[in-house]
């Protein structure tokens, strides 16, 4: 069955350095991987996901994301992170890659906390 | 766009009373998908319909749910009867069967207290 983890309960780190956000994913088959945002009492906002094609993914608001197939991991990045960027970040991905149907499977969260 | 619509944005109701969740998805999205978060249990899938067509409700928690599609611009997601238990977040999501789709796009959700 397809899954992902992210080992990160809450990342914290300071404005203006770099952040990542972990995710690790397990399918059979070529993944497709997504990233999404929750900032408080809203719903959660697409980022930026890898169908194929280049490992670096860039997406909204200055985040991108690195394939590593041999690591299975997914993981979500910023070079210089922002107050603003404070929010809860979930790894996805699409389940029934051979059989069609867009569900997805959620990680559990990572709370991003950015101070200044 | 106006993106996916859910209704009403808060909903606070007496154990024991029916409660009736609304989404529009977005125009032209062949899967709609129905979901509830809470502190103790993330994230959870309750079901998804593909062209108005329930597909997957194995996330249902109990016979006191039960959604419909009856057309593609609009779907319900109902509880009867309402237990505090249900207290929670429930988001709409839609999206797009394509080439280079897949991502869904939620909605805002509803809080639901029932006390």
């Given at each position: 069955a397809q899954s992902v983890a992210q080992p990160e309960d809450q990342v914290n780190v300071a404005e203006g350095n770099p952040l990542t956000v972990k995710c690790t994913y397990s399918v059979s088959g070529n993944p497709y991987l997504f990233w999404y945002v929750q900032y408080p009492n809203?719903?959660?906002?697409?980022?930026l996901k890898y169908i194929t094609g280049d490992n670096l993914v860039k997406g909204s608001y200055g985040f991108e994301a690195e394939f590593n197939k041999s690591q299975t991991s997914f993981h979500l990045k910023k070079p210089s992170a922002l107050?603003?960027?404070s929010a809860l970040y979930f790894c996805a991905v699409r389940v029934g890659l051979t059989g069609g149907g867009n569900k997805l499977t959620f990680g559990t969260g990572t709370q991003l906390k950015v101070e200044l | 766009d106006a993106g996916v619509i859910q209704s009403p944005r808060h909903e606070v109701t007496e154990m024991g009373q029916e409660v009736t969740l609304r989404c529009k998805p977005i125009s032209g999205h062949d899967y709609l998908f129905w979901y509830r978060q809470t502190m103790m249990r993330g994230l959870e899938l309750l079901i998804y319909f593909n062209n108005n067509v329930p597909i997957d409700d194995s996330g249902m928690p109990e016979d006191r749910f039960s959604a419909?599609?009856?057309?593609?611009?609009?779907?319900?997601?109902?509880?009867q009867p309402s237990e505090p238990?249900?207290?929670?977040?429930?988001?709409c999501a839609s999206s797009l069967r394509g080439a280079g789709s897949y991502e869904q796009y939620f909605g805002p959700g509803t809080r639901l207290t029932v006390t």
């Open positions: 809203r719903g959660l906002q697409f980022l107050v603003s960027d | 419909k599609m009856p057309n593609a611009s609009f779907s319900t997601l109902k509880i238990r249900d207290s929670a977040v429930y988001f």
